[in-house]
């Protein structure tokens, strides 16, 4: 049902008020029963235009950065720990875990 320019200026006004939708209709000499039925096509067509919810359209592009860690701190399950500089060698840090485990 297309609404009428009038219809959607009722319907607008009413949302604005307080009223209730049949005080709104008393007051505007309305039909109840009409009014219901161009509110639900209303409401009908506003759900329908709506834009989705913004997580459900839109991806956020996002940037990894490396950490600015200064060291690598290695902790035993008894509370030892080793502090190594993150400029150490990988495969010296492989060896150094291989020989600890």
């Excluded at 235009?49 to 839109?58: D, K, V």
């Excluded at 991806?59 to 060291?71: M, R």
């Amino acid at each position: 049902m297309a609404l009428s320019t009038d219809w959607i200026n009722h319907i607008e006004a009413w949302q604005r008020s307080e009223l209730s939708q049949a005080e709104y209709c008393r007051q505007q000499r309305l039909g109840y029963s009409s009014f219901t039925v161009r509110l639900s096509a209303y409401r009908k067509t506003q759900k329908e235009s709506a834009p989705l919810p913004r997580s459900a359209t839109a991806l956020i592009p996002v940037q990894i950065q490396p950490s600015v860690a200064e060291s690598i701190r290695l902790t035993t399950r008894h509370g030892h720990q080793v502090e190594l500089p993150t400029s150490i060698s990988a495969v010296w840090l492989a060896e150094l875990l291989r020989c600890l485990a």
